[in-house]
């Protein structure tokens, strides 16, 4: 399944800045960013549900949000780019 993972983490304190390299490194081993606080992944059942929970580790719930929404797909079909297409490629082998 696909999914879209959005963040907003409060940085005004360095805690909140130590978070949110957390937060981008977690995403970071399940999906592809495709902006600074937005990620694209593909993830089967058992790998969404170990991104949830890490996150949730994570995050500071009364500072900070985390939104993650499940898409039907990232073809050409479904996704309009405006700008700076990053050409992502989810049938291609990665490297993390």
């Not at 170990?50 to 073809?75: A, K, M, Q």
Request: net charge neutral; with cysteine.
């Amino acid at each position: 399944m696909y999914y879209v993972v959005t963040y907003d983490i409060a940085t005004d304190t360095r805690e909140g800045q130590k978070r949110l390299r957390r937060v981008a490194q977690a995403c970071e081993g399940y999906g592809q960013r495709v902006q600074k606080s937005v990620f694209e992944c593909m993830l089967d059942e058992v790998r969404y549900v170990e991104l949830v929970h890490r996150l949730g580790d994570v995050i500071r719930r009364d500072e900070d949000s985390v939104r993650i929404y499940r898409t039907h797909d990232f073809s050409k079909n479904h996704l309009v780019v405006l700008g700076r297409n990053l050409g992502l490629q989810f049938d291609e082998p990665w490297t993390v």
